[in-house]
């Protein structure tokens, strides 16, 4: 493969609604890889048991789980993905509406307080959010984590009921995967970092305001709807985007390790956290399975090595 592979990102629409391309020229590092369509029990937040996340509390009057921060309940866009996807997971083994049903109130719910930008759909979390390093993300803020785990949703909620309302849904969240120069923008094309060193990389943010802190999970994880998109659609943009986001990982995921220890949840405050060094395992063991490319399973016995 190439290694500085040309990444073409879009932003024209054509008639019919779906995405075009448009030259903007920016070259990222990108392997080109191909990806591997895995059964859909194989697809990220997927397992054997039931979730039965239905039954979460607090909810509201519809059932929709509700998260308390600071006395408050809020909408939480991650919470509420992650909830929507366990739902569909248990569709996919019942077949029983209650759960597919569920997904849908939650995705809708999000949606209902979604900011509309352009030709794209961005989902805010409405609450301040204090975090490590005495940084505050002050609402409404955005997280290409949310984002990606939102493309997630409406491209399985599509692939589940063959509603093309979803499809329009899924194309306006895939947009605001290529749009690094909003206000809103939760996607990096970042050069010469000082943190992730020499080299142009895209990158799925979590926390895109304030300080660079490149939480490994979380744009992990916001890639892996990038890959449900094309799984479902077996669109091209889609892929290369996950290409480009996996390529990055290869490059950089061992400056996220500790030998001997746990490994950072990002680069900036460098905290060590046991639950997240094994969510670092598990995700690099799906970017294996989904990109067929065994180093990322090198790596994460690598770091399972260092602590276990």
């Known amino acids: 493969m190439t290694r500085f592979a040309c990444l ?22 990108n392997y080109d890889y191909q990806l591997i369509k895995v059964d859909y029990s194989r697809l990220f937040k997927n397992r054997d048991r039931l979730f039965n996340s239905h039954l979460n509390t607090p909810a509201d009057s519809n059932g929709v789980f509700l998260f308390e921060y600071n006395g408050n309940r809020y909408y939480h866009p991650v919470a509420l993905c992650f909830r929507s996807l366990e739902a569909l997971c248990d569709y996919s083994k019942t077949a029983d509406l209650l759960y597919l049903n569920h997904a849908i109130k939650s995705m809708e719910a999000l949606r209902a307080q979604a900011t509309r930008h352009q030709d794209m759909l961005y989902f805010p979390y409405d609450f301040d959010y204090d975090t490590v390093g005495n940084t505050t993300y002050i609402a409404p803020w955005y997280s290409g984590m949310a984002q990606g785990l939102a493309l997630a949703a409406y491209s399985r909620l599509y692939y589940f009921t063959s509603d093309d309302h979803y499809t329009a849904i899924a194309d306006s969240i895939l947009r605001t995967m290529t749009d690094f120069d909003s206000e809103y923008s939760t996607v990096q094309n970042y050069q010469n970092d000082e943190l992730f060193g020499v080299g142009s990389y895209y990158w799925v943010d979590e926390y895109p305001d304030g300080p660079r802190r490149y939480v490994l999970n979380g744009s992990i994880i916001g890639a892996m709807g990038l890959y449900d998109h094309w799984w479902v659609y077996g669109d091209d943009l889609s892929r290369e985007l996950f290409s480009a986001e996996i390529s990055t990982v290869r490059d950089k995921v061992l400056k996220y390790r500790n030998p001997g220890d746990i490994s950072a949840y990002c680069l900036l405050f460098r905290r060590k956290q046991g639950n997240y060094h094994v969510v670092h395992y598990q995700l690099l063991q799906k970017l294996q399975e989904f990109s067929g490319d065994a180093y990322f399973g090198k790596i994460a016995d690598l770091f399972i090595s260092d602590h276990r």
């Open 8 to 29: 073409i990102f879009v932003l024209l629409i054509s008639a019919c609604g779906k995405i075009g391309l448009e030259p903007k020229h920016e070259a990222v590092v």
